[in-house]
């Protein structure tokens, strides 16, 4: 059970480039999302969706897009990379609002925008 | 919009002692659910111990208890006996039962020192 798995792990971006951050999970999650973490900060919200083609902007959505064309997978693409964009992304599913569930997080992307 | 407040930076705290970690939250709704995370220097997010708003009794999760005052809109995080492995930055974050999708507003953080 390999539950969320974001690729790649660590990636430096020359400024105006361009890259696909991956994110599958296999636990039939319909709750997905994309945070970032940037340093002395907490977490800050991207995109979401709530299942396979439906997707919404959170916090920060500037200067990324997502898909989602299936349960199992939610890329976040960033176009014309900025040094702004230097951060920690992470990727998370949940089943269910309700209940209380908490998120599956993946182990995080470490991005650098030079 | 809900806000998470995390006023302590840095907690440092010797095995097997107690340490206390405080967040306290802004929203107007009633039904909801806080979390504590726990992101080691692995990077990796991992699910500490919730708390549902209309449990008035405090979650406990092994060595790891919260007090949750509702009315003050107070959350803290204990962390008895504590070991060496529980080094790590420390979120809470709060997620709406009422709408909002399930997204999670997080804290900044307290970074827990563990001495030996």
């Known amino acids: 059970n390999a539950g969320v798995t974001q690729t790649p792990k660590f990636r430096i971006l020359k400024i105006g480039q361009s890259m696909t951050l991956q994110c599958t999970q296999d636990m039939n999650h319909n709750y997905m999302y994309w945070y970032r973490q940037d340093p002395g900060m907490g977490l800050k919200l991207i995109y979401y969706?709530?299942?396979?083609?439906?997707?919404d902007k959170g916090e920060v959505p500037n200067g990324y897009n997502v898909s989602r064309s299936t349960t199992e997978d939610f890329p976040l693409r960033l176009e014309l990379a900025a040094p702004s964009q230097t951060s920690v992304y992470f990727c998370?599913?949940?089943?269910?609002?309700?209940?209380?569930?908490?998120?599956?997080f993946g182990s995080g992307t470490r991005l650098t925008v030079v | 919009a809900q806000t998470v407040t995390q006023s302590q930076p840095e907690m440092s705290v010797q095995e097997a002692e107690t340490v206390t970690l405080s967040c306290t939250y802004d929203t107007s709704e009633s039904d909801y659910y806080l979390f504590w995370y726990k992101q080691p220097p692995s990077r990796q997010m991992i699910l500490v111990i919730r708390q549902e708003a209309y449990k008035q009794q405090n979650a406990t999760e092994n060595r790891f208890s919260v007090n949750f005052q509702k009315a003050a809109k107070s959350f803290s995080l204990k962390i008895s006996d504590s070991q060496l492995g529980d080094a790590a930055m420390y979120f809470c974050?709060?997620?709406?039962?009422?709408?909002?999708?399930?997204?999670?507003?997080f804290g900044a953080g307290t970074q827990v020192v563990v001495t030996p």
């Open positions: 969706s709530v299942g396979a083609g439906i997707t």
């Open positions: 998370a599913s949940s089943y269910s609002t309700g209940e209380g569930y908490g998120y599956t």
């Open positions: 974050a709060y997620r709406s039962a009422e709408r909002s999708w399930g997204k999670l507003q």
